[in-house]
């Protein structure tokens, strides 16, 4: 199983950036995906999550309105668009899955605990 998170760089706050997470060794459609993030000496967070269909999203308060996840399960692949960045969106992140039950309308999980895998994380760094 491996998730390749990739898209990470160096920006300044206002620009865009797009992350990508590809996944193989899975039946991609089947799970849930999160994105997550860890910022110098602080603990992972959740950023955004969505549901093995794409039709339940969740953000966290902090990206609201600014980041959007997506996915599309013929190229098994997740996104993150981040739009008007700011410096405390610096950080690790991290792209997981979470297996779902077939036909699961269960939201996807805010904490890390109940995903199955994670990709290596890709550095984005916003500058002032």
């Known amino acids: 199983v491996q998730l390749q998170a990739s898209g990470g760089g160096l920006v300044q706050a206002g620009d865009s950036l797009r992350l990508s997470c590809a996944a193989s060794?899975?039946?991609?459609?089947?799970?849930?995906m999160g994105w997550f993030r860890q910022a110098p000496g602080k603990e992972r967070e959740f950023v955004a999550g969505i549901s093995w269909s794409g039709g339940i999203i969740y953000y966290a308060d902090s990206v609201k309105g600014r980041f959007t996840i997506s996915r599309d399960n013929a190229k098994d692949t997740v996104y993150l668009q981040m739009n008007s960045l700011k410096p405390e969106d610096t950080a690790v992140y991290y792209c997981?899955?979470?297996?779902?039950?077939?036909?699961?309308?269960?939201?996807?999980?805010?904490?890390?605990?109940?995903?199955?895998?994670w990709g290596q994380g890709t550095l984005v760094t916003v500058s002032s």
């Open positions: 060794g899975i039946a991609f459609a089947s799970y849930a």
């Open positions: 997981a899955a979470d297996l779902s039950p077939v036909g699961s309308t269960v939201p996807p999980n805010i904490r890390e605990r109940p995903y199955d895998y």
